[in-house]
């Protein structure tokens, strides 16, 4: 019986500690509610937090007058708050560390209402390097 205890708990711990850094093919269902929300495919999705995070939802950048957090880089200018900015406009009405962890719901209303209000230029990234050959950036499980 005592064996099973450190399996056991490397079998919980791992995938939790694993989270963060997610993979080109857990995205599509992670990011299914946001597929084609104001015309922004999946593919798209996929390509542009590749390039702003590396599918990993711990990222934070720190530029000279703003942080930007998570998976899709959500910036404490005015869509969440941090103590860097305590008085940002916080348009997503939340504290910033919320876009860090690996329940992506709230960053996805976050991002619909950037999409909402700034449109799909909010992350350069995006026309700069996800308007073609997109097709590289589906899970292909064969
Ligand atoms: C989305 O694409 C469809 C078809 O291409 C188009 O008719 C529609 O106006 C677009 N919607 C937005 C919000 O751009
Ligand atoms: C960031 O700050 C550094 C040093 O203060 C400055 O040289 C640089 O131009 C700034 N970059 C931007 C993008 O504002
Ligand atoms: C912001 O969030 C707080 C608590 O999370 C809530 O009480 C408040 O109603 C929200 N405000 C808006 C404008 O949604
Ligand atoms: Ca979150």
């Known amino acids: 019986m005592m064996s ?5 708990l490397v079998g919980i711990l ?6 963060s850094q997610l993979t080109k093919c857990e995205l599509p269902q992670k990011l299914k509610d946001i597929d084609g929300y104001r015309n922004v ?19 934070i950048v720190n530029n000279n007058d703003s942080i930007e957090y998570g998976l899709f880089q959500i910036s404490n200018k005015c869509w969440c708050r941090d103590d860097q ?16 962890d690996d329940d992506l719901t709230d960053d996805i209303m976050c991002v619909k209402k950037i999409l909402d209000i700034e449109g799909i230029g909010y ?16 899970c292909k499980t064969s």
């Open 4 to 8: 099973y205890l450190p399996l056991l």
């Open 14 to 19: 791992f995938p939790v500690i694993q989270a």
């Open 41 to 59: 495919t999946l593919p798209e999705w996929i390509c542009t937090t590749f390039h702003i995070s590396g599918f990993d939802t711990q990222t």
């Open 123 to 138: 992350w350069s990234a995006h026309k700069a390097l996800c308007s073609d050959k997109l097709e590289q950036w589906l």
């Open 85 to 100: 900015n305590p008085l940002s406009k916080n348009i997503c009405n939340t504290t910033c560390n919320k876009f860090l």
